[in-house]
């Protein structure tokens, strides 16, 4: 067989670019197979339907440069623009049924001090530096109801932690492992804050602006509305099957799909069970990150708690006093994340004077490119899953944010760096082989 490529790379997200633009730094022959029409995946920013001087960013957006090394990199490499969040001048809370200017009743402020305390005392367990799953964190690998069950905390209080599982997994909250929430707090500087206020900046155009610049200037070849079928490996070299029978023959090759849409693709020889048990079924996150825009609502405004939606995140103020919000949910928040009546009722329930005047969101859960959000995984399976999808299977490495096997899995950093790694592993495969 003669190998076309050193490298094929399937999915043109960041991970997959990442990896492929790696390759090509290093001299290597690379192409890149995309199943959609677009690159991108997971971050999606389009002109806001029927408001097109409005940019919707339907899928990952917010970064930090100080905190995030690889996002910072590729930030000054490029000499991307960002926009700094607004700083919020006005919150409301939403708990035990009720709307509230701070977050619980005064009888359970200890309460909400003690499950802070826990969360950030917990996360210090985790280092921000290493993998997590070279730690000895197995045993934080349970429910995030097993996790308070000894707190005996009061209802409020109990509804807002949930309420923030459920804000950074877009999954039934008592369902989740929270291991991957501790580790989030840790990546925050152990700060349960962290979530409502670390990540605060946006690429202006959104985040894809920065793909297009690494693919221009890499001059990557891609190949979009290319859905790959199959990946054999025979006497170590890879052919990769599209769903119209086109091939690529290539010395190694960089899976990095989203993992719900893994079991997508036909492996020969088979994946070993460590990987498959974990590939049959979907993992937990569905999320709903609408885009709306709003009137009535107060000035820089923030919104969190035990409603339909969790968050209420402001995007931009515009100066007819209307601005743009971005809410996020869980997947039983709404029934339809593009309904307008809907999201108003939900606005609501922060806002009971908010006008909703349009929306727009992208359904991942829909989307059989995605099958889901991000990866979360069940109670005693984060651990496992990130130690078995990091091992190569002869020249085939995995990539991907839902594999990250740091803190920042799951965000565009997770992404990055997942990218670099099977970058790296490729490399030193084909040095071993060839000694180039
Ligand atoms: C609603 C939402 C909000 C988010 N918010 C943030 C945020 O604010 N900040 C942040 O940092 N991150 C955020 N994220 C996460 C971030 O978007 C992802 O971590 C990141 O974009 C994932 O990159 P990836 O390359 O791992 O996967 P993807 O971007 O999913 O790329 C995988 C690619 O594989 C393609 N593919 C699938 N199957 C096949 C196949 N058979 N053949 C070929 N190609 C295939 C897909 O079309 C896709 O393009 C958010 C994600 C979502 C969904």
């Known amino acids: 067989m003669n190998a076309q490529y050193d490298a094929v790379v399937v999915g043109a997200g960041f991970a997959g670019i990442t990896a492929a633009r790696d ?31 409005i940019t919707a960013e339907l899928g990952g957006s ?21 926009v700094e969040d607004l700083p919020c001048e006005n919150a409301v809370f939403f708990s035990a049924g009720q709307r509230r200017a701070f977050p619980v009743p005064a009888a359970e402020l200890a309460d909400l001090e003690r499950v ?22 197995r045993d934080l690998d349970i429910s995030a109801e097993d996790f308070i069950a000894p707190l005996d905390l009061g209802p409020a209080t109990r509804e807002l932690f949930y309420a923030t599982v459920a804000w950074y997994t877009g999954a039934e909250p008592t369902k989740v492992s929270v291991l991957g929430t501790l580790a989030q707090i840790a990546g925050f500087g152990h700060s349960p804050f962290g979530f409502y206020g670390a990540l605060t900046e946006r690429f202006v155009g959104g985040a894809g602006t920065l793909l297009d610049a690494i ?38 090759c960089v899976v990095a799909v989203p993992t719900n849409v893994l079991r997508n693709i036909a492996f020969t020889p088979s994946l070993p069970p460590e990987k498959s048990r974990f590939l ?39 100066e007819d006093g209307s601005c743009l919000i971005m809410g996020f949910g869980d997947e039983n928040s709404v029934a339809d994340p593009t309904s307008r009546e809907e999201l108003e009722a939900a606005v609501r329930e922060y806002y009971p004077d908010a006008d909703v005047i ?79």
């Open 23 to 53: 390759l090509v730094d290093q001299g290597r022959s690379v192409v890149v197979l995309e199943a959609g029409t677009r690159i991108g995946g997971r971050t999606y920013a389009r002109p806001f339907a029927g408001y097109e001087h």
């Open 62 to 82: 917010w970064v930090n440069r100080e905190l995030q090394p690889a996002v910072r990199q590729e930030i000054e490499r490029y000499g991307s623009q960002l």
């Open 116 to 137: 802070i305390g826990h969360m950030r005392d917990v996360s210090k367990r985790i280092a921000p530096s290493q993998r997590l799953s070279s730690q000895p964190i």
């Open 215 to 252: 693919v221009r200037d890499s001059g990557l070849e891609i190949r979009l509305e290319h859905t790959v079928a199959s990946v054999d490996v025979r006497d170590g070299e890879v052919t990769v099957r599209t769903i119209s029978n086109d091939t690529v023959r290539a010395r190694s």
């Open 280 to 318: 049959t079924k979907n993992h937990l996150g569905r999320a709903y990150k609408p885009s709306m825009l709003v009137r009535n609502i107060p000035r820089r405004s923030f919104a969190f708690g035990s409603g339909k939606l969790q968050a209420l995140c402001l995007g931009y103020e515009y």
């Open 358 to 436: 349009a929306v727009d969101a992208h359904d991942w859960n829909s989307d059989p490119l995605f099958d889901g959000t991000y990866r979360i995984d069940r109670p005693g399976e984060a651990y496992d899953f990130l130690r078995a999808m990091n091992v190569p299977e002869g020249p085939v490495v995995f990539a991907g944010t839902d594999i990250d096997d740091s803190i920042w899995r799951i965000w565009i950093e997770g992404a990055i760096s997942s990218g670099h790694r099977a970058a790296g592993a490729v490399s030193r495969l084909l040095h071993s082989r060839t000694g180039t």
